[in-house]
């Protein structure tokens, strides 16, 4: 009879030990289910990225890129400089790189920075330039943009590049599109344009 005692209590045991097992992994799997089947109580780790709030407006961006020393030399001549840089105005610019600078027959940029030449070299920056600032995103193909120096680029995307054609029709390819500034949007182009 003890050992039935014994039995009988080493059984009873047993069964308290797997239900109380038993309701603890009820209780996980409720936990669970209720996360899973209750989205909004799950942590989101996934942080939207914000891309910052640019800190240089179109001058500085460009006298802050050697690429672009020549674009500066030349916005100085022309007096351009605080027109550019005000914060009250907002601007697309395509700029050209020095490369496309060294593309125009040689002594141009010389003869155009010197003093007699300031209006022509004015006349010529500001066909670079859209009073408001214009995304890559906000171009279309044949879309005709007039600029600050009262003529029109002609806006041209083939294959996935954009290109904006000139006066003239020479072709500039924008190679880096919408650098944010504090007042406007820088496009690189590999090309001078001529009103």
Not at 33 to 62: K, L
Not at 76 to 86: Q, Y
């Amino acid at each position: 009879m003890e050992n039935g005692s014994k039995s009988a209590i080493i059984a009873a045991v047993v069964v308290l030990i797997a239900i109380g097992g038993g309701t603890a992994y009820l209780l996980t799997r409720e936990d669970e289910t209720t996360t899973e089947s209750n989205p909004t109580s799950q942590v989101n780790n996934e942080e939207e990225v914000v891309a910052p709030e640019p800190t240089q407006n179109i001058v500085e961006i460009a006298a802050g890129d050697e690429n672009f020393s020549t674009l500066v030399t030349a916005v100085t001549a022309a007096s351009l400089v605080d027109a550019l840089s005000d914060a009250s105005k907002s601007y697309t610019v395509f700029a050209p790189t020095n490369a496309a600078f060294n593309k125009l027959p040689a002594g141009t940029v010389d003869t155009l920075v010197k003093p007699e030449s300031k209006d022509t070299l004015t006349g010529i920056l500001t066909y670079h330039v859209v009073d408001s600032a214009v995304l890559s995103s906000q171009l279309s193909n044949g879309q005709v943009i007039k600029t600050l120096n009262g003529g029109n680029l002609t806006v041209e995307i083939t294959d996935g590049m954009v290109f904006i054609v000139d006066a003239k029709g020479g072709k500039a390819k924008v190679t880096t599109a919408d650098i944010k500034a504090t007042n406007g949007v820088v496009h690189v182009i590999d090309a001078v344009l001529m009103p």
